[in-house]
């Protein structure tokens, strides 16, 4: 299985911050890596795909970079609605795995 | 409009096993490519992939819980079954189940279920 890290876990952040969160894949998976974004309660949703292709309907100040190992989110100016966890998934080969997750909460 | 919506039991006790079902509209499971995956979550934890069926009848299972699971699907039903087996109290999680196969080279889960609570406990 291919072990995926995150960093941070958490951080705290104002509205209109520049974030950025970072995985990590155990061993290269190209560019086979998911973002997804999960609120209290609900479903994971998918921010970005192949590990910088916005999912259609997700705004722009999201944004996905890397190859590799080593790949970032980034949000360019968090809004309310970005509070949430954020979780990188590899679909470079099954088992797919999580990362254990960056949740983003209000400095 | 793609939906995907799970159902099973709420409570299963120890040693038994757990039989779930997603449902699903908007895409078929004969169509090239098509895939649906299970995904589950333990309170305050992260997600876990657990097994995915293809269209094909490929099927593929966690390491680590794959002597326990077995994924099956009835497409004319548009359903996907997952049982496992010999629940413990660890499996406690609320269990989703979601799509991938839109681009199938690249496999992401671009609709998910609502899930569903499962709780392991006598």
């Known amino acids: 299985d291919i072990p995926m890290t995150q960093s941070p876990s958490s951080l705290s952040a104002s509205v209109g911050d520049r974030v950025t969160i970072t995985c ?8 086979y890596l998911n973002w997804y974004q999960q609120k209290p309660g609900k479903a994971p949703n998918l921010l970005i795909y192949a590990a910088s292709t916005l999912q259609t309907g997700v705004p722009s100040r999201f944004s996905g970079s890397g190859s590799g190992t080593d790949f970032t989110l980034t949000i360019t100016s ?3 609605d970005d509070f949430a966890t954020y979780y990188c998934q590899q679909s470079y080969v099954t088992p797919y795995t999580f990362g254990p997750g960056t949740k983003v909460d209000i400095k | 409009q793609v939906t995907l919506k799970e159902s ?9 096993t757990l039989t779930l079902t997603c449902t699903f509209s908007g895409f078929s499971l004969n169509t090239y490519g098509m895939r ?3 995904i589950r979550q333990a309170p305050g934890k992260a997600l876990e992939w657990l097994a995915r069926i293809d269209w094909d009848d490929d099927k593929f299972y966690s390491t680590s819980l794959k002597t326990r699971l077995t994924i099956s699907k009835d497409a004319s039903k548009n359903q996907v079954v997952l049982t496992m087996t010999n629940m413990d109290p660890v499996d406690t999680a609320r269990y989703y189940c979601a799509r991938s196969g839109e681009q199938i080279v690249w496999a992401y889960f671009d609709y998910w279920g609502q899930g569903t609570l499962v709780t392991v406990s006598s």
Request: hydrophobic share 35%; no cysteine.
């Open chain 2, 8 to 16: 099973g039991p709420a409570l299963v006790k120890p040693t038994q």
């Open chain 1, 78 to 80: 968090l809004q309310p």
């Open chain 2, 36 to 38: 649906v995956n299970w």
């Open chain 1, 24 to 31: 990590r894949a155990g061993q290269t998976i190209s560019n």
